[in-house]
């Protein structure tokens, strides 16, 4: 017989006894985590404490994300069975959990009594009533709470280092995220971040504003986005739904500022979002900072990767079709064809429904907090239609553009605003045989030298490693927030 227990002392861990033969280990996997005991004989039979946190990265170690895991016993042998015990749902410090016959379901820390329709409600109409005014603070959300990264850290890194004083509030959807030295985590849906929200002084986010959001006076919404656009957005995407132009215009309604990269994206943004009669700054993007100061020592290591070794970052965007990141390459094989680490970046919206890619020489890099400092160790990128081209191409490094999908995507699902193949500073491919004859082609760089510096003079004009510099000292200008 099994039993399963959580504890919280001192860490977050799930408890497991059973009388049976003694396993090797107890471990718990989830798609982009997971964590492992060994097993010790006791008087009752044996007995396992796993706990429910882990590190990656090098980082510190951190309650793991929120999701569904398998519970699973391992064998000396290796063999796999799953766990028949179950615990209902606990709070613990960290997180919330429960056990349902060998499936793990862990939740941020968020009170049950607010984890309701009735319960955010109640926190909305709090929020929205609060009397006083606003505190010198900044609000930072990155890809909805995902991470802590973008354009937003920069800017984050660069206030601390100017105005160390200033309050600075990130937001998270659990406590897996790590937000950045001397930031006060806030979880989503959590009166601390609702009261945090409604009382900064700044909003710096680089995505939509969830929830319920009315604009308090004194408050300044800073809009970085995520990338410059080849594919259409927002108002101009192909098929014309009315509740999605309301919800467009209703959310660039709440933007003060916008961010852009370049001219180019300054102009999409603006027709894209009818973000009219306000300020577009375009200063270049804060989070290409660090493709001009890093040299990515630090980022290799953690990865694990050698210093003379070539790597490849698979990084494409998201189709509107599916749910998961497309399958058009294999990187294991890809890994031994072009002699390299090859690194697999799924797009922030196929981090919860996908799974780790596996293979030798094989990284799967979704749950990397920063691309930008992917981008640093890459020596060369493969995508395919994601804005992460218009960010790599200011390192100057190869590009090469897998499209098996182009027409479908092209004029099925999104549409482009300028023809990429026309203008593309890197060869275009349909097949990994393809891409793999590109990479050993050695007149590749030269054949695409001029389409490239074309490129760079349009897109990356300003992405010259004092892009945060210039926005923070905007923000400070124009009295967003105060030094004291």
Sequence with gaps: MMQARFEDDPVAALVLTGDGPVPAAVEVVGPRARTHASATACDEGWSATVPLQAARWGGPVLPLPTGDYA??????????????????????????????????????????AYDSGEGQAALERRYATRPGGVENAV???????????????????????????????????????????????????SPEWWRARGAARLLVVNDWLRRRFVRRRGQVVLQTWHGTALKRLALHRPGFDPRRAAAVIKESRRWNVLLAQNPYGARILKKAYAFLGRPIWVEGYPRNDVLRTDDGAATRAALGIGPEERVLLYAPTWRDD??????????????????AVVLVRGHSRTLLPGSD????????????????????????????????????????????????????????LRGFYFDLAAHAPGPFVRTQDELVAALADPGTAERYAEPYAAWRARF???????????????ILDQGFVSRA
């Design 71 to 112: 519970v699973r016993q391992v064998t000396v042998d290796g063999e796999q069975g799953s766990v028949a015990a179950s615990v209902p749902l606990t709070m613990l410090g960290t997180l919330r959990a429960t056990l349902t016959d060998g499936t793990l379901r862990i939740g941020p820390p968020l009170d049950p």
């Design 460 to 474: 990356n004009a300003r992405d010259d490693g004092h892009a945060a510099e210039r926005v923070v000292a905007r």
């Design 139 to 189: 609000f930072f959300e990155s890809f909805y709470g995902r991470n802590a990264s973008c354009n937003p850290l920069a800017i984050d890194r660069e206030l601390a280092r100017v105005a160390p004083g200033i309050t600075r509030y990130w937001s998270v959807v659990d406590l897996s995220v790590q937000a950045p030295d001397g930031a006060v985590r806030v979880v989503e849906g």
């Design 357 to 412: 890619a596996t293979g030798p020489r094989v990284i799967d890099v979704t749950a990397y907090p920063d691309v930008s400092r992917l981008l640093v160790v890459a020596d060369a990128l493969i995508t395919d239609y994601s804005s992460v081209m218009f960010d790599y191409s200011a390192t100057g490094k190869p590009m090469y553009f897998l499209v098996p999908d182009l027409e479908h995507y092209r004029g099925e």
């Design 322 to 339: 599916r749910e998961q990141m497309v399958d058009f390459l294999d990187p294991a094989a890809l890994a031994v064809e072009a002699d």
